[in-house]
């Protein structure tokens, strides 16, 4: 099935790049036509010497001959690099633009490297399909054309050559059946090659941390047996067909040559038709001489099948209708996401006022990054719905939507070129924007003394991790969305910046919903409501000093940042009222921590 899925991608590309393929088809069949008129114009130039009768029109006519295939080859040449640049340049944009348009769950399916392996090396190989296509096409009846130009010369001379048609055909059909599974393994290897890579070079710190250099070499380079292996027996399969073609091909050629001599000594046939006959018996033996050809299509058959598998992935669909007027309240309806084992999130009934700052506290895996990510359609659930201001956001416009609702991760990614474009990135914000929102995450200082200030690039900029929080919490507040969601976004921040940091949310912020996924006591304490999450559900909620009475809930901060009775009583007396009511709950997200706290987070699930 993964091969019917490969095989109508790449019809797609032959489609896609119809323009320069037709030129490059009108271009080889000419060629394919002088190719064929090429043996008859030189037995008749051979004949015309021979006999001194009609030599200069022989000659003539075997120039405009060759004239013309040399033309028709150096522009199908032209039209099909052009051809295939298309297709590949096609094919890549929907694979990038179809991997960001899932959501965060599906885009984590592959490997960073796995999908980088397939976006650039499998896609270039796919793209050639449409011009070997056309090749192959052309070849075959070109090959027709040299059959009945056998034929023409003699019926004899045409069925020696018929003789050994089934032969070829077997051969052909056996290697390409079985190249094609090795071209899979051999590629599936590259790819966990890639994917191996790719991920030491992100934990370069650890590596080098930890000493363990020749073991990660050596698990990164474990795949290289099994590449070894797929590309040892590819060389083995294709030396064997070809030793066995070319004996073939040689024994057919002699067989077709030995006809037409006994013809000519027989006084049937002019002595130029032997030259017409090896020629045509070459046109007729270049599909099956084709070899590479159909090396190119096992190998991009199975590269079509590694893209398509990507391409196959459930993709968001985007809503149409504009978000009403509201100032981002936020709804949660028997909302389930599914797990491995079980769900992430079980039945969330769940109201944000709005205007409200909204803390999601729990141990880790209770789902509340999870949480997070629905709030903003970064993922869908699997049952039930998230409504922001009463609209679904199922429904919702993706321009309108990301609009409304800004983000800021524990670890941000900035993007964009230079500090000012990662601040704005996605947003035609200018420079005053910019540091208004980077003095509200009070980290304007740190950028101003930067030596190129907001003009240093994002990827070379000196900073702190907390300096990356707070750059990512203003890359959120210049947005001045009506909902902002902040996944643990202070917690390498020092005591003091934290504070002011939190005092921009709770005094400037005043007036836009805020959900803050936390794991300090501190900023519990200054939310107006505590949602705490246990198991995928919500088990209580209301203010953080009425939950604080729970040991349970205590039990939450102390592994964290100890924190007083006293200290707790400080949340504002302004909390909005909730019932506390303890509800069960048996879901729960994978174990080792919340799988969100990263720049684009991602809980597992099938």
């Known amino acids: 099935m993964t091969h019917k899925h490969g095989d109508r991608l790449l019809w797609s590309l032959t489609r896609g790049a119809w323009a320069p393929l037709a030129v490059a088809t009108v271009s080889v069949l000419t060629s394919s036509a002088a190719a064929l008129a090429l043996p008859a114009a030189l037995a008749a130039a051979v004949d015309a010497v021979l006999t001194g009768r009609g030599t200069a029109d022989a000659v003539t006519w075997l120039a405009l001959v060759i ?39 599906q885009a984590r399916r592959f490997p960073t490297g796995e999908l980088a392996n397939r976006l650039v090396s499998n896609t270039a190989i796919s793209g050639y399909v449409p011009l070997t296509l056309l090749y192959t096409v052309t070849g075959l009846l070109t090959s027709i054309g040299g059959a009945v130009g056998l034929f023409l010369i003699d019926w004899r001379v045409g069925l020696t050559f018929l003789a050994g048609v089934p032969v070829a055909i077997v051969v052909i059909r056996v290697f390409v059946a079985r190249v094609s599974g090795l071209y899979d393994r051999y590629q599936d290897a590259q790819g966990r090659l890639a994917a191996r890579l790719t991920d030491a070079l992100a934990g370069i710190r650890t590596v080098r941390a930890s000493g363990t250099a020749d073991r990660e070499i050596s698990r990164v380079l474990a795949p290289l047996a099994e590449l070894s292996a797929s590309g040892h027996a590819l060389w083995r399969a294709q030396a064997r067909s070809v030793w066995q ?78 978000l009403p007027e509201g100032a981002g309240a936020l709804s949660f309806r028997a909302v389930t996401v599914a797990g491995d084992g079980p769900p992430l999130l079980d039945g969330v009934d ?203 809930y205590r039990a939450l901060f102390t592994a964290v940042a100890p924190v007083s009775g006293a200290s707790a009583s400080a949340a504002p007396a302004s909390a909005a009222p909730a019932s506390g009511v303890p509800v069960s709950g048996a879901g729960r997200e994978p174990t080792g921590g919340d799988p969100l706290h990263e720049e684009e987070p991602c809980p597992v699930r099938p």
């Open 67 to 105: 004239a013309v295939a040399t033309g028709a080859e150096v522009t199908g040449a032209l039209a099909g690099v052009t051809a295939t640049a298309s297709a590949t340049s096609a094919l890549r944009s929907r694979l990038t633009a179809h991997v960001l348009g899932l959501d965060t769950v």
């Open 245 to 322: 073609l070319s004996l073939f091909l040689l024994l057919v050629e002699v067989l077709v040559l030995a006809v037409t001599g006994l013809g000519i000594a027989d006084g049937r046939l002019e002595p130029g038709r032997l030259l017409a006959a090896a020629g045509y018996t070459a046109l007729a033996l270049a599909v099956v001489e084709r070899i590479d050809s159909l090396m190119d299509l096992a190998h991009a058959r199975s590269a079509a099948r590694r893209v398509g598998e990507v391409l196959a992935l459930p993709a968001q669909v985007p809503g149409s209708r504009p």
């Open 350 to 552: 769940l109201e944000i006022p709005a205007g409200a700052l909204t803390a999601v506290v729990g141990r880790s895996g209770a789902g509340k990054s999870t949480l997070a990510l629905l709030a903003g359609r970064l993922m869908d659930p699997d049952h039930g719905q998230v409504l922001l201001d009463g609209l679904p956001l199922t429904e919702a416009d993706p321009d309108a939507l990301r609009n409304a609702v800004a983000y800021a991760f524990e670890r941000p990614v900035l993007l964009g070129g230079d500090l000012l474009s990662a601040v704005a990135y996605g947003l035609p914000a200018d420079a005053s924007d910019v540091r208004e929102a980077a003095r509200a995450a009070h980290v304007d200082g740190v950028v101003s003394r930067l030596p190129q200030g907001y003009g240093t690039p994002a990827d070379t900029a000196p900073l702190s991790g907390g300096e990356l929080q707070r750059l990512g919490l203003a890359r959120a507040l210049v947005r001045r969305a009506r909902l902002t969601v902040l996944d643990d976004a202070t917690s390498s921040l020092d005591t003091a910046t934290e504070a002011q940091v939190i005092r921009t949310l709770t005094e400037e912020m005043r007036g836009r919903t805020r959900l803050v996924v936390a794991h300090r006591a501190t900023t519990a304490a200054r939310a107006d409501l505590v949602v705490w999450l246990d198991d995928g559900r919500v088990r209580a909620r209301g203010p953080h000093r009425e939950l604080w009475r729970d040991p349970a």
